[in-house]
């Protein structure tokens, strides 16, 4: 990860104290699925999956706001979950 998501140092800073100061923490808990990229956006498993993980988008993609590199994992997990619903009458 890089030091633009430090929240602080666990050795100084109870975690629960960073959680309430720390401004990424503050980003990380408003971050909605919403705000992602355009894949995600149009995903019919968005409120399932939520976009994946952060951390791995932001190690791949230097970014916080694109997909997880694991979508098609996601994507295929919940296509297969939800299979019945499109089928069953
Ligand atoms: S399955 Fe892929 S495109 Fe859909 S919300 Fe998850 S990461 Fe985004």
Do not use: W
Not at 29 to 58: H, I, M, P, T
Request: charged letters at 25%.
């Amino acid at each position: 990860m890089t030091d633009n998501y430090c929240m602080g140092n666990i050795q100084k800073l109870h975690i629960k104290d960073m959680l309430i100061s720390s401004s990424v923490a503050k980003q990380f808990s408003d971050l909605s699925v919403d705000q992602l990229n355009n894949s995600c956006l149009k995903c019919e498993f968005k409120y399932f999956c939520g976009g994946g993980c952060r951390a791995r988008s932001v190690m791949v993609n230097k970014n916080l706001y694109q997909k997880d590199p694991y979508c098609k994992l996601y994507f295929n997990y919940y296509y297969k979950e939800t299979e019945f619903m499109t089928y069953e009458k």
